[in-house]
């Protein structure tokens, strides 16, 4: 059986995930999404690995969760659905994760796009969450983290009519940071990761976290956390490493101390 997902990396610091179920536009199966979970803690674990970018194909990037799948789960399915976990694993990773969306960016697709702290678009990208369509609505961040990327009327016309946008509206709207050529998608969102990985990683990852925070904080707190976070680094080799390369007018070598 071909492998549903493949994983090439490190290189550079980086890990690359391709979702490849190409006969069900990448829907999200159980099975797929274990094997992205399971991928996703053998990068955590592994100290060479700074920074992720998923990816699908060129025809899609995910068409959602699987249709299939769902339609044979009841009430009681659903609340015991494994999938459910593996949402939640997605969330909590710890690293940089890029999501490099060419096409069919649908529902579950979009939500697990949208996990991506950083979205590189091809020019071909559809984002949408058509789950109104059948009868359903969103359940993994469609509803919550879409109307934080792109606003409420927006993501509200988007949920309730099921009608997906394209590359340069998402960009417009703030959901995406870049478009670009289809063909050039991945090596773009690669590029992004390898500079990312070249930094300092515990800057890195306060930096990031701090920004996510803002998402769930007031001011107040977000500025506090910051500010904590900030100094904190005064305690590391890679600031002290940072600060003298600048002075010195030399590249830093960071070593994650
Ligand atoms: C299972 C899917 C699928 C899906 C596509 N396929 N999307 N199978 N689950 N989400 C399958 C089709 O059945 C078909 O299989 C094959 O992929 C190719 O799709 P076509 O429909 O023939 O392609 P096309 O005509 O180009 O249309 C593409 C499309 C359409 C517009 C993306 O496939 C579509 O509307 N898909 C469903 C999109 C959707 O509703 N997503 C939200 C799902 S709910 P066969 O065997 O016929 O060739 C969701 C909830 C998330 O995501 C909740 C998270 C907790």
């Given at each position: 059986m071909p492998q549903i997902l493949l994983s090439e990396g490190p290189d550079q610091g980086v890990r690359l995930l391709t979702l490849n179920r190409p006969e069900a536009l990448n829907a999200l199966n159980t099975a797929l999404l274990d094997v992205l979970s399971k991928e996703l803690d053998a990068a955590e674990a592994d100290p060479d690995t700074r920074a992720v970018v998923i990816t699908g194909s060129e025809r899609a990037f995910a068409a959602g969760a699987d249709i299939n799948e769902m339609a044979a789960r009841d009430l009681v399915g659903m609340l015991e659905d494994p999938r459910t976990q593996h949402w939640a694993r997605?969330?909590?990773?710890?690293?940089?994760?890029?999501?490099?969306?060419?096409?069919?960016?649908?529902?579950?697709?979009?939500?697990?796009?949208?996990?991506?702290d950083i979205i590189i678009a091809g020019n071909n990208?559809?984002?949408?969450?058509?789950?109104?369509?059948?009868?359903?609505?969103?359940?993994?961040?469609?509803?919550?983290?879409?109307?934080?990327?792109?606003?409420?009327?927006l993501a509200m016309q988007m949920v309730l009519t099921g009608e997906p946008i394209g590359a340069e509206r998402a960009l417009d709207a703030g959901l995406v940071s870049e478009v670009c050529q289809p063909e050039l998608t991945v090596e773009r969102a690669l590029a992004i990761a390898r500079t990312i990985a070249s930094k300092g990683p515990i800057a890195v990852q306060l930096a990031r976290e701090a920004v996510q925070r803002a998402e769930d904080m007031d001011l107040a707190a977000g500025l506090r956390f910051e500010r904590h976070a900030f100094t904190i680094l005064a305690a590391t080799d890679d600031r002290r490493e940072g600060l003298d390369a600048f002075q010195n007018k030399r590249k830093p070598e960071f070593t994650g101390r």
């Open positions: 997605i969330a909590r990773f710890t690293k940089p994760l890029i999501t490099a969306v060419n096409g069919f960016c649908l529902g579950g697709g979009c939500e697990l796009a949208m996990n991506g990208a559809r984002f949408g969450q058509p789950e109104i369509n059948l009868g359903i609505m969103p359940g993994a961040g469609g509803t919550q983290r879409l109307v934080r990327a792109v606003g409420q009327s």
